[in-house]
């Protein structure tokens, strides 16, 4: 096991597993996106109180979990290029930033669409919101970071202790809505016991976190691929790929 970890960190390696991984993932992603969609705005019946509105949640509920789940991963690969100075790290944690922005900005527009006929309001400073802002201003702090300094491996130093720092505001993001009288729902999915939600509507949005899970490693695989080319393009396998394109 401990072989194949040393193989896998390997850019060369990964480069080209990465290659077969993508279109794989891809279908996969394809897949599952369409399969949710289908069961989340046709199969889902209307909510009794909500109506057709919450079928945002779909889109919202999935892009939220993955802004958490994207900043552990950086975080952890930022902690691993800290600790045993591993390139490949120092690329999962790059890739993921713009990712994990991307996911935060879909969650705060979508629940901003959704707050508006529940609330009455597209922004309210509440606890869940206002942690979930303050994640996207982790996110672009580490991506500023990775793009004001040039030195690759010192500007991977410097994020990944903004990363580490940050990572407090996962446990606040999550228990947010239990820690503090707040407007946002609480937990529906996640909390101990059986979930609160009808089959109906929660087999589309177990099948739409998984669509948004696969789309996360599609998209990380490509941009680590060209954060690779880019960081080992002086080496002997970057050049002889690139004198012998596939």
Known sequence: MWAFLQKLSSP?????????????????CLLFMLAGLYYGLIVAPPDYQQGDSYRIMFIHVPA?????????????????????????AEVIAASSAPLGASFTVLALVTGALWG?????????????????????????????????IDDKRTASRASAVLALVGVVNIPIIHYSVTWWNTLH????????????????????????????????????????????LERERNTHWVLELVDNPR
């Open 64 to 88: 939220a979990w993955m802004s958490m789940l994207v900043y552990m991963v950086m975080a952890l690969a930022g902690g691993i290029s800290l600790i045993w100075r591993m390139k490949l």
């Open 12 to 28: 060369k390696y990964f480069y080209t597993l990465a290659e077969t991984l993508i279109p794989w993932l891809g279908w996969s």
């Open 185 to 228: 729902q609480g937990a529906t999915v996640t909390k101990l016991g059986a979930p609160s939600i009808h089959l109906s509507m929660l087999i589309p949005l177990l099948l739409m976190a998984i669509a948004f899970k696969l789309y996360y490693g599609l998209t990380l695989l490509m941009q680590a691929r060209c954060e690779i």
């Open 116 to 148: 508006k006929p529940m609330w009455g309001t597209w922004w309210v400073w509440d606890a869940r919101l206002t942690s979930e802002l303050i994640l996207l201003f982790l996110y672009l702090g580490v991506i500023a970071l990775n793009s004001a």
